[in-house]
C-alpha cells in the first residue's frame, strides 16, 4: 500500500511526539572536508541546505532515521553531528518518498539531498563518511567545525540576524588552513610536501591562509548583488540584496553585513551593521566589537553617507553624512551652532540636542551632518541638507 | 587569375561608394559566452581585435561579405550586431587573400582572425553561433553586450580617449555574472546545481559577482605596466605605460585611469584621470562621478602627489602635494598667506589667487602643496617646494 | 667499504680546507620557470630549500659536486649560478649517502632535495636545465633572477633579518611577468597567441602582472599567521608567527613586516617593520622608503595601537595609539601640556620632552597617545592611558 502525504504527516506528528524528539534550531547535511594528513579533523563542511527555525519536518525524518539506524541522538546537549548512512538514507528515502517526484528546483530541497545522496555512483569516490547530519539545539558556544559553519551558513543566508548567534568558540573551533580554492589544505601536510611539490612544478596556488572560507564558497547572492573580489567577503557576513562590495578598500568581516541594498567601499568590522539605501564611502571605516570599539557594536542607519576616509566608532542615524576624512568615534566632542541645535531638533523630537555632544550622544539622532571646519579645525554637526540616494543604475 | 592587392584596394573603394557603406566608429569580431540555462543570453563578449576609428577597408571587407552571405546590415541604427557564418567567413578569406601570408604577429591582425575562425577544426565543439561580427556606427547609448564590450575594449586598449564615449545603458545592459576565472555563469543556473556541486565537491571557485569582467581578462598591459592583483583595476579602465597599480586599497573603476606613468596605490573612481608621473598614495581616494562630486568629473595633473590617505574630491593641477590624510573637496575653504599667493602667482601668471580660496578655485592652479596646520587645523595652501618624481626603478 | 657519518665529516673538512672553498652566505637549488619565448630568460626560482648562514657541510658537498662535474665555480665574485648535471647529482648522492635513510621530514633537507631530483622518473617532462644550483657568497647587488629569489626566500624565512640585506638591482633584474597563479608568462608571448587564445576560449585567467610574486606561492607560514588574500604579501615581506593580514586595505611590500603577532589591517610599506602586539588599523599608512619618507625607515614598536586610517610617517614606540584619522609625519607639529609632558617623561627617564615636538621627536619615546583635538584641530600627544593587547582569540 502507498505511503501517502497524509501518511508522511501523520509519521512526523508521531515523532514529534516522542519523549526524545527535540525541536532543533538548525539542521542539514553536510559534506566534510578532512585533513590530508589528519583524516580525523575536519577543515570544512559545505551545505547544499541548511535549515534554521524551519522544515521540522524533515528535522523529524532525519532523527527518526538515526534512531532507525541505530545511532544514539543526544538532544540534551546543545550540538549534535554524526557521519551518515546507508541505512539513515533508506530511512530518510522512505519516509520523504510522497514528496520525491515534486523534489525539484526550490521545492523539498532536503528530500533533494537524501536523493542525491542516495543515488551518488558507487565509484563516486565518496563515502557515507564524507557525509555529516548535523543539528543544533540550542544557541550555546559552538564545538564543532559543523555545527560552526551551520551558525555561518544561517548568518550568510540571512536566515538569522546579524548578532544574533552566540559564535563563542568559534576562532577555537575552526583550524587555521591554506585554501587551494574552496579546498582547505593542512599547512602540515604542505610542509611534508614541500620539497616534493617544488621540485616538480606542482606547488599549489594558495590564495588564503585563514579559519574561514569566503562567502562566495557557500553562498549564491541574490541577482542584483555584487562582489567585485572574493576576498571581500568573509563567510559570516550577511549582504542584503542590492549590496554592492567593491574592490578597493572594502571588507566585510562575518558577523557583519548589510540590511538593504548598500554601496560597500569601506570596512564593515565584525559585528558593524549598515542600512538600507546607505553608502559606505572609499576607503570608509567602520570599526568593530574584535577591536576598537570596547564590545559596543555600531549600527549606521538608512540612506546614511559616510564619506571617503571616514572613521565611525559609534553608531549614526538616518540621513546622515559623514564627510570625506571625518572621524567620529564615542568620545570626539562635536560643536554645534544655535541653529543647527533647533533643525536637529525639528526632525529629533524629543531628544536631547546640545551645542557640545560627544559622538556616542548621537545613536539615535537622524539628519546630522557631520564635518571638520576646515578655517579652525573644529568637528562640527549640523542639519544634512540632502537625502542621501543611491544611483539606481548601480544596484 | 591572382586577387592581387590592387585589386583588393579596388574592391574596397568600390564597397566604400556603395550606397549602403558606412564607415563604422568602431568594428571587430568577438567570442561571446551565453548562459548556461538561457542561451540566447549574452553574458561575455571576447575580442581578439577591436578597431577602433581604424582599418576601414577590414570594415568594407566585413561588411560587403556580410551582404554575400544574404545579411540584412542596417547601417542606420547605431550599431549592428549578428553571429558570423561559414559563408561570411569565406567571402572574408577570399577577399583578404592577398594578405594572408603576411598576417602574423601584429600585422593585418583581422586577416588573422578570419583565418583562424576558418581553420578551426570541426571538432574544436565551437560553432559559428559563438561569434559575433559587430559594428558601432554612432556613439549612442549601448543596446547590447557585444557593443558594450567593444566600447570597454576601445577604452582599456587606449584607443579611444577617457570620458570620450557615450557609456549610457551599460548597467542595464551588462548581466550581473559570478565568474569562475574568466568564465561567467549565471546565477540561476548556480541555483539549480547547487546541491549536487555541493554534495560533490564540485562547487565552483567563483572570484566575484559582477556585470563587468576585469582588465586583465581582456587587455594585455604594456612590458613595464604592473597590476599586481587583478581584481583592482576593472575593464573599461585606462592605464598608460608605466603604471603601477598596487594592492592595498588601490582601485581603478571603468572609464577612469592614467595618462602616463602612475604609481597608484589608492582609488581612481569612474571618470576620474591621473596625469603623468603623479603619485596616488596608499588609501588616497579621487572621487568619481557615479558618486560623490555630483556629476564634475576630477582630473589630477602630472606629477602631483596625494599623500596616503588623502581625499581629491575636485580637480587638481601640476606638480602639486596633497599632505598624508588631507581632504580637498570643491567646498573646503583653504586659506593662504600673501606670500603664498604671491608664490603661487608667480607660477601661474594670470590666474585668480587670493587669501581665502574654496576647493574648487584651484582647478587650473599649479605647484600648490595643500597642507592642514597641526597647531590649529586649518587646512592651507602654498606653493609646493619639491618636484614630484617617481621612483625610476618602479615604473 | 661503507662510507660513514665519520668519513663524511672528514670529507667536508677536506673541501673545506681547500684553497678554491669558500663559505657561501646561502646556497639552495632551485627549479626555474624560463620564458615561453625566451627560453633563455628565466622568469621566476623557486626553492624547496634555502640555506642561509647555515648547512655549510652541504655547501661543501655541493662545491665538490660540482668540481668533480668540471665545472668552473668561480668564488671571487659575489654570486655564483649555473645548471645541474646527472655528474653533480651523482656526487652529491654518494657523499650524502650516510645520511639519506634519515633525510625525511624536517630532517636533512638539502639531501632530501637532491634525492628527490635522482629519482625523478625520465618521462617526468623535467631535465637537469630546470634546474639551478645558486650560490651568494657575498651580499652585493643582486645580479641574476635566481640570487633575486634566494634573498627574497631569506626574507620571507625570517632566515635574514628585514633591512638586513642588499636588494640594490632587484628592480632591473626581475621580468615583468603576467602570473597564471604560480605560472610567470611572458607578456609578449600573450601577445603572439591572443587571438588564437580568445578565439578558442583558452585565454588564461591572469592574476597579476608584477616582478616579484606572492609570498604565498613560496613560503609556507606558521600554525597560527592568517593572510586572508594572497595578493595582499609581495614575496619578499616577512610575517612573525601570529600575524594575521585582512583582506582590506592591507598590504606588505617586500622587505617590510612585522616582528611578533600582529594584527595587519593597513599597509606596511617597504622597508617598515611593526613590534610584537601591535595593530595596524584598517586603511592606516605606514609609509616606506620607496617613496615618502625621504629614506628613513619607519619602525613601529611593541604593542602599539595605529587606529582606522591613520598615518605613520616616522618611527612610533611602544605602547603608543595614534587615534582614528590621526597623521603624524616626521615634520608634524604637536603640542604636549605640561601634564602630559610630566607623564611623558616619567616612563621616558632621561629623554627630551617639551610642550612643542615634531613627530620625528617621538622616535624613542614610549607610551604616547597621538591625537587631534576636535574642537580646535590641534594635533596633541599625552600619556597613553591602556596597554594594547590584541584579541588572543584572533591571533
Redesign the interface.
Known sequence: MAFTKDDFKAKIENIQSQPWYKEPLGFGIA?VDRGQLNKDKILQA????VNWKENFGSAAVFLNALKEAEVEVDTSKSEFVCSISDKFLTSCIETFRPYIPEAK??EH?NV??VS??AS?PID?G?TADD?KIVFIFEDAAVESVETAYMKLYALSSGKAALRSLNLNGI??TLP?C?WV??QPIE??W???N???L????K?????????FPRF??HI??A??????????V?FGAQLAAGTTV??????VNFNAGTEGAV?V???I?SSAKVGAGS?V???A?I?GV???TDGVPVTIGENTLL?????T?TTIGDGCIL?????I?PG????LSEKAVAALKEINPGKEITTVMKGSDFQDINGVHFR????????IAMRSTREIK??A??H
Open positions: 559534506r559545505t551545505y547544499p541546505v528546483g526550490q530541497k533533494q539531498v542525491k545522496l551518488l563516486s565518496f557525509y576562532f577555537g587555521n591554506a580554492g574552496n599547512l602540515e604542505l610542509r611534508e614541500e620539497i616534493t617544488k621540485l616538480t612544478g606547488y599549489p596556488e594558495i590564495t588564503m591562509v585563514d579559519k562566495l564558497s549564491i547572492p541577482d542584483n548583488t555584487r562582489i567585485l573580489e572574493t576576498s571581500k568573509r567593491m574592490p578597493g578598500a572594502a571588507y554601496m567601499e569601506g570596512r568590522s553608502d564611502g572609499g576607503g571605516s570599526l574584535l577591536s576598537g564619506g571617503a576616509n571616514s572613521c566608532g564627510d570625506a576624512g571625518v572621524t568615534l570626539t566632542k562635536i560643536s571638520v571646519n576646515s578655517t579652525n579645525g573644529q568637528t543611491l544611483n543604475d548601480l
